[in-house]
């Protein structure tokens, strides 16, 4: 078959440079490209070659100007650059696919592309691009009855649901994929559907179901041959394997998964694969092994952009690292992790928001200037055609209108320094608030550093010492003594790894503001205080900042009650709608007298003020001595 496909693509790429330009022009030229773009989706297996056809076909396409070939070649090429794991240069082209078949109006094609953008959003792990364009997508399939394509947008809104940690928002999807694809009766897509329910069961902890589905996506996958996804299937069986402590069976399905995923160049499972091999070795204390499998995925989740995979590779890597001693170097691979973490969350919104300031500047200057060029045309043609009278006071007029517009710009200006120079100062304040933030903070993990893991590498030093002295005086060291010494070490790794989370919480990282806000709830001592959560509306991640700044503001507000109010219930509300988030703060402690507060004893409540005055929004304090105290915090939704 692999002869046959090569012999095929030779006869079309010689007869491409053979045929004469008249005749690209005829039928037979759009013929030409469209046995091109279909060779090209056949070699999906080899992406290399996928990548030359489909780069041939929009060469021809070009050149007699065949819209339709030449979006088909695009996205071809989007496809092939997807899985080489060029990320950057799959949306470029998926980019310009879809701007085509706009033009032509197909709505099929046109819902591809708008899947094809999604798919690779997720590969980068942009996951509120890939539900805008999935859903984009899906409601263009639906409105032409495509039940694949259907099919396909509901399995990659599963798939980022699962990486997001939503099991059963993923399983939902998931099920509505199997649905869709079996009414199209499409193999394949029944297969994946299989294969990823079975994976969700699998991290559900519901062996059963997850073994039944896999079994049954395997069956199928070796009935229509198709060899690339059976990796995915060998992957989700070794996961279950391993939970279940088979790690040796666990092993041999990874390898398995891996062999074939070497085959195809599935960069995006080498990773994966390599990582889980990589556990099992450090298991079995092949630190080695296991360092050349973790190094090797994480190349491969370099190649693709893939920073969720990157991290916990890293993460692992550090593991193994501080296992075998080298405890710096596993701290800065932590911190490596950390940054990975971070990024998946920015966004390039500042950036945005300058090209579109400076889009906006440029098209008002230039507007301005053809206003004043129209204008001076006009003065002109008045002056040439009145009498030197008509002139004169036309100059007169001319120089009142000048004063007066020099006058006006004056007063714009100073009017303009002022709201500038009362805006700086709101941001330096603003500023200042978080510096101040920060340096308390600073200084709080400086003391944590020096009372907890200071005396714990003290203590370690000491116990080292005691054992070079029995070694110098050629004793054996006490067996207890080196048992006491792994122990201080490994207290001390844990403890810098737990200051490590506060300062940026897991939780948040990984499963957004719901569920880091109970998390640190759930760490608070219950028994002298009530605390009660109410959360409504958020069904999905918020933007970062926003996240961000709305924990620490509960954080503060928590330690703040904890501290100084001596209340017995607390109760926390957040409500989120079309307009904006609500937060409100409540607690029965003993208040206070607003307008006698100190400056000092305000910090904490200056801090929150300035996080909110960053995403502009609203912050009030309602107290009464011996009634408690209620903090309302409200963040507008951004407008687009």
Same mark, same amino acid.
């Given at each position: 078959?692999?002869?046959?496909?090569?012999?095929?693509?030779?006869?079309?790429?010689?007869?491409?440079?053979?045929?004469?330009?008249?005749?690209?022009?005829?039928?037979?030229?759009?013929?030409?490209?469209?046995?091109?773009?279909?060779?090209?989706?056949?070699?999906?297996?080899?992406?290399?070659?996928?990548?030359?056809?489909?780069?041939?076909?929009?060469?021809?396409?070009?050149?007699?100007?065949?819209?339709?070939?030449?979006?088909?070649?695009?996205?071809?090429?989007?496809?092939?650059?997807?899985?080489?794991?060029?990320?950057?240069?799959?949306?470029?082209?998926?980019?310009?696919?879809?701007?085509?078949?706009? =033009?032509?109006?197909? @709505? /099929?094609?046109?819902?591809? !592309?708008? %899947?094809?953008?999604?798919?690779? $959003?997720?590969?980068? *792990?942009?996951?509120?691009?890939?539900?805008?364009?999935?859903?984009?997508?899906?409601?263009?399939?639906?409105?032409?009855?495509?039940?694949?394509?259907?099919?396909?947008?509901?399995?990659?809104?599963?798939?980022?649901?699962?990486?997001?940690?939503?099991?059963?928002?993923?399983?939902?999807?998931?099920?509505?994929?199997?649905?869709?694809?079996?009414?199209?009766?499409?193999?394949? =897509?029944?297969?994946? @559907? /299989?294969?990823?329910?079975? !994976?969700? %069961?699998?991290?559900?902890?519901? $062996?059963?179901?997850? *073994?039944?589905?896999?079994?049954?996506?395997?069956?199928?996958?070796?009935?229509?041959?198709?060899?690339?996804?059976?990796?995915?299937?060998?992957?989700?069986?070794?996961?279950?394997?391993?939970?279940?402590?088979?790690?040796?069976?666990?092993?041999?399905l990874y390898e398995k998964g891996l062999k074939i995923s070497n085959e195809n160049q599935n960069l995006q499972r080498i990773a994966s694969l390599n990582y889980h091999l990589g556990w099992i070795e450090f298991e079995h204390n092949q630190s080695k092994k296991a360092l050349e499998h973790l190094n090797r995925g994480n190349e491969a989740g370099k190649s693709i952009g893939d920073k969720y995979i990157q991290s916990q590779i890293l993460e692992k890597i550090a593991e193994i690292q501080h296992h075998n001693g080298n405890s710096s170097e596993a701290y800065n691979l932590l911190l490596e992790a950390q940054v990975l973490n971070d990024s998946i969350f920015q966004i390039e919104k500042m950036k945005i928001s300058e090209e579109l300031k400076t889009q906006y500047e440029t098209e008002k200057k230039e507007k301005e200037i053809a206003y004043l060029n129209q204008e001076y045309e006009i003065q002109n043609l008045h002056l040439k055609q009145k009498n030197s009278y008509i002139l004169l006071i036309s100059a007169v007029l001319l120089g009142s209108v000048l004063v007066f517009f020099l006058l006006l710009k004056q007063r714009r200006l100073k009017a303009e320094t002022r709201l500038q120079k009362a805006l700086k100062v709101k941001q330096e304040e603003a500023t200042l608030g978080i510096l101040q933030a920060e340096e308390r903070e600073r200084g709080r993990i400086a003391a944590e550093l020096h009372d907890g893991v200071g005396q714990m590498i003290n203590a370690a030093l000491f116990n080292l010492n005691q054992l070079q002295a029995d070694l110098e005086k050629g004793n054996s060291p006490a067996p207890h003594n080196l048992?006491?010494?792994?122990?201080?070490?490994?207290?001390?790794?844990?403890?810098?790894?737990?200051?490590?989370?506060?300062?940026?919480?897991?939780?948040?990282?990984?499963?957004?503001?719901?569920?880091?806000?109970?998390?640190?709830?759930?760490?608070?001592?219950?028994?002298?205080?009530?605390?009660?959560?109410?959360?409504?509306?958020?069904?999905?991640?918020?933007?970062?900042?926003?996240?961000?700044?709305?924990?620490?503001?509960?954080?503060?507000?928590?330690?703040?009650?904890?501290?100084?109010?001596?209340?017995?219930?607390?109760?926390?509300q957040i409500v989120k709608d079309d307009e904006g988030i609500s937060l409100s703060i409540e607690d029965n402690g003993k208040g206070f007298d607003k307008t006698k507060i100190k400056e000092k004893e305000g910090i904490g409540f200056q801090n929150i003020q300035a996080r909110v005055n960053l995403l502009k929004g609203s912050f009030e304090v309602d107290s009464i001595p011996d009634k408690g105290t209620l903090l309302l915090i409200y963040i507008p939704s951004v407008k687009n």
């Open positions: 078959m692999k002869i046959q496909t090569c012999m095929s693509i030779l006869i079309l790429c010689l007869f491409s440079e053979c045929v004469t330009a008249s005749i690209f022009k005829t039928q037979k030229g759009e013929i030409l490209i469209d046995s091109l773009n279909a060779v090209a989706i056949s070699l999906m297996s080899n992406p290399d070659e996928m990548l030359k056809v489909s780069k041939k076909a929009y060469e021809n396409a070009k050149k007699i100007s065949y819209k339709k070939g030449e979006a088909q070649a695009l996205k071809s090429q989007g496809i092939a650059f997807y899985f080489l794991g060029n990320m950057e240069d799959a949306l470029q082209m998926q980019f310009q696919s879809l701007g085509l078949q706009e =033009e032509l109006g197909d @709505s /099929l094609e046109i819902a591809k !592309a708008l %899947y094809n953008i999604a798919t690779v $959003y997720n590969a980068q *792990s942009q996951y509120e691009r890939t539900t805008e364009y999935g859903l984009k997508a899906i409601k263009i399939f639906e409105s032409i009855e495509n039940f694949n394509g259907e099919g396909r947008v509901y399995n990659l809104l599963g798939i980022a649901a699962h990486r997001q940690g939503d099991l059963s928002k993923a399983l939902e999807y998931l099920k509505l994929y199997k649905d869709k694809v079996t009414l199209a009766n499409d193999s394949t =897509e029944i297969a994946n @559907s /299989l294969s990823n329910i079975g !994976a969700t %069961y699998s991290e559900m902890k519901d $062996y059963k179901s997850a *073994s039944e589905y896999l079994t049954k996506a395997m069956i199928l996958y070796e009935k229509i041959g198709e060899n690339r996804n059976i990796a995915s299937v060998y992957e989700n069986l070794g996961h279950i394997e391993r939970k279940n402590k088979n790690l040796l069976k666990a092993k041999s048992e006491n010494t792994l122990h201080l070490l490994e207290n001390t790794y844990d403890e810098m790894r737990n200051i490590s989370h506060q300062m940026m919480p897991n939780g948040l990282l990984k499963a957004g503001l719901a569920y880091s806000i109970r998390d640190f709830l759930d760490k608070m001592d219950k028994s002298y205080l009530k605390i009660s959560l109410n959360v409504v509306g958020i069904h999905d991640r918020l933007d970062p900042q926003t996240e961000i700044s709305l924990f620490r503001c509960v954080q503060e507000s928590v330690n703040n009650v904890i501290k100084h109010a001596k209340a017995d219930r607390l109760s926390i």
